[in-house]
């Protein structure tokens, strides 16, 4: 079984920040990439940041230089710190690792999502 948390979510204002926490644990064998994605009401999920094992990150477009994304590979554990939040960042933030489960077939697994609102 395989589990993917979140946690760190909430309300902020704009202009405010916050940071978003994902683990993933369980029976998998090794994690080739670890990201957040995120679902507005009445839009499709979108990609926010993603993160190899070996380091190399790609953005939305809509979040390049304000999200910074970073991960520890021994905790199996992916972050987003999320600056200079706008009220369209407002989403479900959902955190997806890409794995190799314990099968021997590659999986992508995904958490609850957090609730991310920014509004004054």
């Known amino acids: 079984q395989v589990q993917v948390v979140e946690s760190g979510g909430g309300l902020v204002q704009p202009g405010g920040s916050l940071r978003l926490s994902c683990a993933a644990s369980?029976?998998?064998?090794?994690?080739?990439?670890m990201g957040w994605y995120r679902q507005a009401p009445g839009k499709q999920r979108e990609l926010v940041a993603d993160?190899?094992?070996?380091?190399?990150?790609i953005y939305g477009d809509t979040v390049k230089g304000r999200f910074p994304i970073s991960r520890d590979n021994a905790k199996r554990t992916v972050y987003l710190r999320m600056n200079s939040l706008k009220p369209e960042d407002t989403a479900v933030y959902y955190c997806?690792?890409?794995?190799?489960?314990?099968?021997?077939?590659?999986?992508?697994?995904w958490g609850q999502g957090s609730q991310v609102t920014v509004s004054s």
């Open positions: 997806n690792a890409d794995s190799l489960g314990s099968d021997y077939v590659r999986h992508n697994y």
């Open positions: 369980g029976s998998i064998l090794s994690i080739y990439a």
């Open positions: 993160i190899t094992s070996g380091g190399s990150i």
